[in-house]
């Protein structure tokens, strides 16, 4: 009995994480320039994890990225905009998970600059180290992540 009980208690786990999951946000709208080969490489990325992405093609990101309330010293190459957040740079679809699982008070999550192993910025087998920081309108960073 207690062992049935045991195992209709981690189904009701699992399907309680896969209901979660499935609630998440897939639809996302990128924000880059046309003649970005990186920025295209993170959507084909977030498309082979059947994210729903829009590009909205703009030769002037910067402009896109200070209406979206990103810190010029977080800037990377495209911002993207999912569920109500903003999501800067090479960000792997897990943070983006993360950060509609636990929906923190802030404005969004970036991934500065653009490191070298990051997805659409893959380079044979390196990595380099970087922290995915979260930023809000108060001009609060903090670390979200450490890859
Ligand atoms: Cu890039």
Known sequence: ?????????????GLTSALANDDLAKD?????????????????????HDYNVT???TRDVYAMKKNLG????LAACHTAVIDGYVIEGHITHRDIKRLLLFRPDVTGIAVPGMPIGTPGMEQGNTKQPHDVLTFDDRGNVEVFAKH
Not at 1 to 13: F, Q, T
Not at 32 to 38: D, L, S
Request: contains cysteine; glycine residues 2%; positive net charge.
């Open 70 to 73: 990103v810190p010029e010293k």
């Open 55 to 57: 590009i909205e093609s």
């Open 1 to 13: 009995m207690k062992s049935i009980l045991m195992a209709a208690a981690i189904v009701a786990l």
């Open 28 to 48: 996302i709208v990128v924000y880059k320039n046309p003649e970005c080969g990186c920025c295209t490489k993170w959507v084909r990325y977030l498309e082979s």
